[in-house]
């Protein structure tokens, strides 16, 4: 059983930057490839960023590729989402989400646990 509690979120400016954070409990976090989606309102949640169980490979989606960066410390239970040059249509809830996988997932249905959520709003 894995925990997700995310953090950071907030209201910037289009161009700021922000960095999410999601801590996870458990003592086998290290062994699930880790990823963030976000939510805005009235769309689907959408594929942002996916990584390895143990760091590395790393996936993007589309959209935030060479503006987004994510990370890992195992040793800490912690996954991070470097969010820089931000624009209005980052706006939405970020979601990190963990798979009983080694390699990192693209599809929500394939993550087995959820965080609450964080609300990132990019004002122009």
């Known amino acids: 059983q894995v925990q997700l509690v995310e953090s950071g979120g907030g209201l910037v400016q289009a161009g700021d930057s922000l960095r999410l954070s999601c801590a996870a409990s458990g003592r086998t976090f290290s062994s699930y490839a880790t990823g963030w989606f976000r939510q805005a309102p009235g769309k689907e949640r959408e594929f942002v960023a996916a990584i390895r169980w143990s760091g590395g490979r790393t996936l993007y989606g589309d959209s935030v590729k060479g503006r987004f960066t994510i990370s890992r410390d195992n040793a800490e239970n912690t996954v991070h989402l470097q969010m820089n040059s931000l624009k209005p249509e980052d706006t939405a809830v970020y979601y990190c989400?963990?798979?009983?996988?080694?390699?990192?997932?693209?599809?929500?249905?394939?993550?087995?646990?959820w965080g609450q959520g964080t609300q990132v709003t990019v004002s122009s």
């Open positions: 989400a963990a798979a009983r996988a080694m390699t990192p997932l693209t599809h929500l249905d394939e993550y087995d646990y």
